[in-house]
């Protein structure tokens, strides 16, 4: 099955950091542009960052300077480095691949 795993999310207080990961199987990993999104409480889908195959990233305005995407592709894997988190930051944190999103990983910035 294709499919993509997120996991590493938790309860920071401000200013704390955090890495999630996200696992893919069932498709060629190292040839995908993957995505991250987040969708906070009551709100929509936001884009976090994308990544492309040579490993260029683009964020989006609210998480550019503190968040930072990567992958492994030896271990079909992709990363987000949470850093200086925001109450703001608050949602769930999903991968994605072409529309293709797991159950997503929660993260709760809170003091």
């Known amino acids: 099955d294709v499919q993509v795993t997120e996991s590493g999310g938790g309860l920071l207080q401000p200013g704390g950091s955090l890495l999630l990961s996200c696992f893919a199987s069932?498709?060629?990993?190292?040839?995908?542009?993957m995505t991250w999104f987040r969708q906070a409480p009551g709100k929509g889908l936001e884009w976090v960052s994308g990544?492309?195959?040579?490993?260029?990233?683009f964020y989006g305005d609210s998480v550019k300077g503190r968040f930072t995407t990567s992958r492994d592709n030896a271990k079909n894997t992709l990363y987000l480095q949470l850093t200086n988190l925001k109450p703001e930051d608050t949602a769930m944190y999903y991968c994605?691949?072409?529309?293709?999103r797991g159950q997503g990983t929660q993260v709760t910035v809170s003091s």
């Open positions: 994605d691949k072409a529309g293709l």
């Open positions: 069932g498709f060629t990993f190292s040839d995908s542009y």
């Open positions: 990544l492309n195959l040579r490993g260029t990233a």
